[in-house]
């Protein structure tokens, strides 16, 4: 069995071509043009920084030993595709980062922090969140976003925080955030998008004012 070890500047079990911490039990391999997860990591990590590769694809099971995982970071890869069960396995992840990735999301029920921004989504589709019912806070900056599906946040409703700016969004109707989001949630930042001047905004000023 693998245990935690050290070998010179790097813990034994350390994968190549990345820097590990005995201490923190973490694993970043930026920018080594990783094409897959590395295979032989230690089912022990609690965070691991896989920014900037070439990985693009996230199999089924490829999590499925890493209970002790608390933070995922796969920003900056190439990833076009998250087969259902990828995630499972993760059931203490509490920090996901995607940015700049095709993707979409499934079994992540105790994530608390989801990062998107920058994300080249084509749409947020109406299941795009669903089962994530522990998410706190969610980034969804700079997408490109020109409507939002009226389920999209239907079930969030640990949700606090949501990020929208710097979005192309024109019009938030009345359906477009569930209610008990709009009652429980402590900031909406939807600054830098390009709404109209209309009277179906006039709802949600309402709701901010109060």
């Known amino acids: 069995m693998l245990t935690p070890g050290n070998n010179g500047g790097q813990p034994i079990w350390c994968p ?55 933070k995922l970071i796969l920003k900056d890869n190439r990833i076009t595709t ?9 059931v203490n992840l509490a920090e996901l980062s995607l940015q700049l ?28 969140f669903d089962g994530l019912e522990n ?5 969804l900056v700079n997408m490109g976003l020109i409507n939002i599906n009226e389920k999209t946040f239907v079930g969030l409703d640990s949700l606090r925080k949501l990020y929208l700016s710097s979005n192309k969004l024109k019009v938030i109707s009345r359906t ?11 900031k909406l930042d939807l600054s830098n998008n390009e709404f109209e001047c209309s009277c179906r905004l006039l709802w949600f000023l309402d709701w901010a004012k109060d």
């Open 16 to 70: 190549a071509k990345c820097q590990c911490s005995d201490k923190s039990f973490s694993v970043t391999c930026k920018s080594v043009k990783l094409w897959r997860i590395p295979p032989d990591l230690p089912p022990f990590i609690h965070s691991l920084d896989l920014t900037k590769n070439q990985i693009s694809k996230m199999s089924n099971g490829t999590f499925i030993f890493f209970q002790s995982l608390t």
């Open 82 to 90: 998250i087969e259902v069960g990828a995630f499972n396995g993760l």
């Open 101 to 128: 990735n095709r993707l979409n999301i499934d079994n992540l029920s105790s994530l608390q922090v989801l990062q998107l921004s920058d994300t080249r989504l084509a749409s947020i589709h109406e299941k795009t």
């Open 135 to 139: 998410l706190q806070t969610l980034y």
């Open 176 to 186: 477009t955030f569930p209610l008990q989001l709009l009652a429980n949630i402590d």
